[in-house]
């Protein structure tokens, strides 16, 4: 796979790669037949099928754009070349994706726009129609994302949402599909589009499903299996929510079993009694003015399919160096009964 903008190559295989020179990463019958066409389908956005006649053998060699849902834009190019007369090899789970977020304000969006590539890197299937297809950002993060990766993928996006260049960025995290309930790593390779007009950000990327995470990153993935043994230990349901946006970004699955009902945008307006918020607007503020303090506890009503379940929240907020706090960790339990008093 290739970037689509610099033509430097982002996997081969199941095997990421950094954005590396093509000349550095392709053998030389790759950069003699197949490089020359990816150019050309760089330069076009079309598909190419060909046969190469190369040192007296023959090629069979394919490029497939890879082009945003919404947009159009082309994002990445998959190559391949095979010798002619067999058959082709199967290609990695693949696809692009958009991601446009609004402003904070009532009634925020951070809703993905998904080529059909992206199903089955997910373990979904692609939906009819001819699109464009899409799934709001915390509604992936929330039920397709590992609970250890969510977190760690939501500051990706928030960092590269205020990002002042276009530069690309490589995450891995884990999905857990759906189907099989089987753990895949993903990589992701994004950037900030700095060239949208208005005031909503669009983050655009690809997104592969890859054998094992980079080299040099194993530290972080073994932190992350800390956090997961740890949420997996707690006995009460633990959410996250982002201030700004005031959306629950992860919730554990004891958080599912609340039966409370989830919007695809958990937008908390849309989750709590509205006569609660300004009570968890309160606490929310007083967690991130003094991070890493545990609040008092507030009760509030969530809403359910029959109806409204009242629920205590403690929270503490989330500090990052150089930064305010801005992400809200909080402890979900019912509420405390007080102890009835009887008559002597």
Known sequence: MFDARFLRVLSIGVTPYRGIAPKSALDPIARRNLLPRIRAASR???????????HGRRWNVRVEPVVGAHSGQLLALLGCYWPAGQAMPPAPPVGGWELRLTPPGPHPSMRGYWSSGLFPVHELAVPDGDGPFGMDGPQWLDELVVESDRAETRLVQDDLATATTDGLHFHTYRI??????????????????LSEPGPDVWLRGVSIRIAEPET?????????????????LSPDPVVAIDTIYEQMFLTTVRFAELGVALPADRHLARILHRDDMPALRAMLADATTHPDEVSDPVRVRFARPDGWTTLELRCAGVRRAGRSARHVLCRVCQPCQAPTEHAA
């Open 44 to 54: 076009e956005g079309l598909p190419v099928a060909d046969v190469a006649e190369d």
């Open 176 to 193: 857990r599909g759906p189907k099989t309930g089987q753990e895949h790593h993903v990589r992701s390779v994004l950037r900030r589009d």
């Open 216 to 232: 040099g990153t194993d530290a972080e993935h073994a932190a992350n299996r800390f956090l997961e043994a740890m949420l997996s």
